[in-house]
């Protein structure tokens, strides 16, 4: 396979990964609700779906290093499917709490292993494979931006079902399903039995958090991660409300925050695009992704001073924040991918990429609660320019070269 049949492929299957979720994220609060279950449940149905995720996520990255990436990905679509079927169907609060359950299956399992095909895949030139894994958080962003706005149109622009989307969205993981059976070609590994592939996740989960531990850059690149999850988290907790606030009214303020999201996921994409033209005139990824991290924290702080307006103003100032703050974490995204990837084997790629995400969530879903009481007390100001720092500090270091060891 040629690169860029490896990268075509790897950003359709991006695409076809993240398009269900921005289906059904719009309505799936109000459908839970809209079938007579209470917020708190819904909210302990969220966490059902949190907490597989982080449990599963270092054991399926583990399993995607011993058993090959195609089947783990099977095993994402077919989870997804199954768990947007019993959404939009489902009544039962057994059956939609197995669909939370189902749902965080698909999205452990789906963590990792594209991105680290698509590397065993393409050429090692590092231009090439920062490309490619560019044009993959793009054409994820683009699934998300699609969705979200098609989620949230079809029900209410076109009078049907609530639950409409979230079965749009199962019939799309079938898509995804079928393209990988086809498109995500690779060599058999050696794992075959139950027996071999319950030794060898273990020893490759722990070969590849010590491997984050010792090494350095690897360790730098995590904490950046670590500093985004604390970032995105506080974003996805704070905007909402803040928008209703702006709004003037709980309905406008779903609008404005409903097209903001949207307009951000965009961003986000444009931002993956510049990056190569980037990556040509300043001639280093870390150079790319410190450029792109300053853009996001300088939009914080641009978040931080539209708290203080009022009305369309102040919509409009925090919409042009959100937006450039999506653009930089864009144009840093591959960049940083092709750096954590310049540090690993094929042995351990998928597990390290599971570390990577699994930091990024503790780190939000600690990040969320503390400055989540800090908003509650001081207002978004405060949480917004402290969630700025968390991420400005770690993305600094990435300049820095590592000592030499002698």
């Given at each position: ?71 783990v990905m099977i095993a994402s679509a077919a989870a997804s499917l199954a768990g947007l079927l019993l959404l939009g169907l ?100 050696e794992a075959s039995t139950v027996r071999s592939i319950l030794r060898g996740v273990p020893s490759v989960i722990a070969g ?199």
């Open positions: 396979m040629t690169p860029q049949a490896a990268r075509r492929r790897y950003a359709l299957i991006s695409f076809l990964t993240w398009l269900p979720t921005g289906l059904y994220i719009p309505v799936m609060v109000v459908l839970l609700l809209d079938r007579g279950i209470g917020l708190a449940t819904v909210a302990a149905l969220g966490v059902a779906y949190s907490a597989t995720v982080m449990l599963l996520e270092l054991p399926t990255g583990g399993l995607a290093d011993v058993v090959g990436r195609r089947p489902a009544e039962s609060l057994w059956l939609l709490a197995l669909s939370g359950v189902l749902r965080g299956v698909a999205r452990a399992l789906g963590s990792g292993p594209v991105e680290a095909w698509y590397v065993d895949q393409a050429s090692e030139d590092a231009a090439e494979l920062t490309r490619g894994l560019s044009l993959g958080v793009m054409a994820a962003s683009v699934a998300l931006a699609v969705g979200t706005v098609a989620g949230a149109l079809i029900p209410y622009g076109l009078g049907v079902r609530l639950a409409v989307p979230v079965l749009i969205a199962a019939a799309a993981d079938a898509v995804r399903l079928v393209v990988t059976l086809v498109a995500m070609p690779e060599p058999k590994y590849g958090v010590r491997l984050a531990g010792r090494n350095l850059a690897l360790t730098r690149i995590l904490m950046v991660s670590a500093g985004m999850g604390v970032t995105l988290a506080v974003i996805e907790l704070l905007t909402p409300a803040w928008m209703a606030e702006l709004a003037g009214s709980a309905d406008r303020g779903v609008l404005a925050y409903g097209l903001v999201a949207a307009v951000g996921f965009a961003a986000d994409a444009l931002g993956s695009a510049v990056s190569m033209p980037l990556l040509r005139r300043l001639g280093s990824v870390r150079a790319v992704s410190c450029t792109g991290y300053c853009i996001s924290v300088l939009a914080l702080g641009g978040m931080a001073v539209a708290s203080a307006m009022s009305g369309f103003v102040g919509i409009l100032a925090a919409a042009i924040a959100y937006l450039l703050m999506f653009v930089g974490f864009g144009i840093a995204a591959g960049p940083l991918a092709q750096l954590l990837h310049s540090q690993l084997t094929a042995a351990e790629r998928a597990t390290v990429v599971s570390v990577q995400s699994l930091l990024l969530q503790l780190a939000g879903a600690v990040g969320a609660v503390a400055l989540g009481y800090l908003a509650a007390a001081t207002g978004p100001a405060p949480a917004f320019l402290i969630a700025a720092v968390l991420l400005a500090l770690p993305a600094a270091r990435l300049v820095v070269p590592e000592p030499v060891r002698s």
